[in-house]
């Protein structure tokens, strides 16, 4: 019964390292997405995949890329992280693109 | 600009009142508009959606209003319980789905 699994939990860098945040879900769902969340602020939509073999930009995609591997993975690649980038980083999945989202429990990323 | 606001950051109430939070938004013409919770350190977790042409959902002794004309929804906790306290986020869904900064709850017994 995993639902959504990010991994990993926490992780630290340095600017101008990369790093990729992993996700899965074992629900059979078609969409997944991926926000950000800033201390006292609501989700902010970075990439989302409608089907799997797409992708797509959200409100604040710059400075990340996706890959949609299959139906259940949707990885999140940080290519230089910058520490405008540290937040809280949550995956979600739906199994369609206008239906209720199932999150994961989150990244927590710092880049020092 | 499109903009979703949530009423005011922090709410605190009492145990056994209603809790009633507010979701107005500007520039949307949403299909539909949901409800999360999200407890610290967590994930949020899906409540209740309402669509469009939905006055009124309710599920046990959480009710949500959807008014098209106002631009608002309205999400009610009845008889509240200290376990209600938690952040509540409301969510667009006009092609990408929207969210609010969220409304803290805090149910004091």
């Known amino acids: 019964n995993a639902g959504v699994t990010q991994t990993p939990k926490f992780q630290v860098l340095k600017t101008g390292q990369s790093m990729t945040l992993q996700c899965a879900q074992d629900?059979?769902?078609?969409?997944m997405y991926w926000y950000r969340q800033d201390p006292g602020m609501g989700l902010r939509l970075i990439y989302y995949s409608a089907s799997e073999g797409t992708t797509d930009k959200g409100e604040v995609p710059n400075g990340y890329n996706v890959s949609r591997l299959n139906k259940r993975e949707f990885s999140l690649r940080l290519e230089s992280a910058a520490p405008s980038q540290t937040s809280v980083y949550f995956c979600?999945?739906?199994?369609?693109?206008?239906?209720?989202?199932?999150f994961g429990d989150g990244t927590r990323l710092s880049i020092l | 600009s499109q903009k979703i606001e949530q009423n005011s950051e922090a709410l605190n109430i009492q145990e056994g009142k209603t809790a009633t939070l507010t979701c107005n938004y500007t520039?949307?013409?949403?299909?539909?508009l949901q409800w999360y919770r999200q407890d610290p350190g967590r994930g949020p977790v899906f409540l209740l959606l309402i669509r469009e042409n939905e006055k009124e959902k309710r599920k046990e002794r959480l009710k949500v209003t959807f008014d098209t004309t106002l631009k608002q929804s309205l999400f009610h906790i009845t008889a509240s319980q200290p376990a209600d306290s938690a952040t509540y986020l409301c969510?667009?869904?006009?092609?990408?789905?929207?969210f609010g900064d969220g409304t803290t709850l805090t149910v004091k017994p």
């Open positions: 979600a999945s739906s199994p369609g693109e206008y239906q209720p989202q199932h």
């Open positions: 520039n949307y013409s949403p299909a539909y």
């Open positions: 629900m059979n769902h078609n969409s």
């Open positions: 969510a667009l869904n006009a092609g990408k789905s929207t």
